[in-house]
């Protein structure tokens, strides 16, 4: 058996997440599973660095997948791309040591988060961006960003309970206007289920007004979910990246 890595960029718009589900062809995970396996000519199960919700996008999402034998890999990703819909393609594969694993090798992703504040939500963008028509003091959001920079105890920002352990390590947020376009960056050991977003919808309403910078240590302290801010639409996320080295999460990628 061999195993591959590849690299995925998808428009989340119109599916319902990365993982395969038993009443839906639209996922992700399934529709790659369906196209590697059409390929090889039997079943193939793809595994990813992490599921993205439903509406959630990719220009970088990690796979990894076993083969019985060696094919050539250009041929093998131009082949793919012929047959996956327009709004998934492979960007790279590669062969890599049979113990390589998309998700439990990963040492680190990079998200980011688009916000349109203009008046009317752009036109060409309105699909990739979450229409925020507000005054955002981006200074005192990346204030309250900072905060949450280092090994915390993330509880309060997430949605789901039953995680094994709610402890994370952010290394870097970065809050960034151009025009009507903020944009924040997480760079994290990883993120459970909704914290990015969550994160961000406690960010705006910091850089709005509505709660104060010293809130967001307040959540980290006391780690209840409702006193953290409004869980910001998938549309305007984005899985840029995936690292499998700690010294590569800090440098620059997609």
């Known amino acids: 058996m061999r195993t591959y890595k590849m690299t995925v960029a998808y428009d989340g718009s119109r ?18 599973e369906r196209t590697i396996s059409e390929l090889a000519g039997y079943s193939v199960e793809v595994y990813g660095s992490g599921r993205t919700d439903g509406g959630v996008h990719a220009a970088g999402q990690t796979i990894s997948f076993r083969l019985s034998g060696k094919v050539d ?30 998700r439990y090798n990963a040492r680190g992703k990079c998200y980011e988060y688009s916000i349109d504040i203009g008046e009317r939500a752009g036109v060409f963008s309105r699909k990739y961006t979450f229409h925020y028509p507000h005054d955002l003091d981006v200074n005192r959001m990346q204030t309250a960003a900072d905060i949450l ?52 919808g406690t960010l705006l309403e910091v850089g709005g007004g509505e709660r104060t910078v010293e809130s967001v240590g307040h959540i980290l302290k006391n780690g209840v979910r409702a006193e953290a801010g409004f869980l910001a639409p998938a549309c305007g996320l984005c899985l840029k990246g995936v690292f499998y080295k700690e010294e590569e999460i800090m440098k620059s990628v997609i």
């Open 15 to 32: 599916f319902r997440g990365w993982q395969r589900q038993p009443d839906t062809d639209l996922t992700v995970q399934g529709v790659l």
């Open 73 to 102: 890999e250009a041929q093998f990703l131009e082949q793919m791309n012929k047959i996956l819909p327009e709004d998934i393609r492979v960007l790279n594969m590669k062969l890599v040591k049979n113990k390589f694993h998309a």
């Open 149 to 200: 920079i280092g090994n915390h105890d993330f509880a309060g920002f997430t949605d789901r309970i039953d995680e094994h352990s709610t402890i994370r390590r952010i290394y870097n947020i970065t809050v960034k206007k151009s025009g009507n376009l903020v944009k924040i960056e997480y760079r994290g050991s990883g993120f459970m289920y909704h914290m990015v977003r969550i994160l961000t």
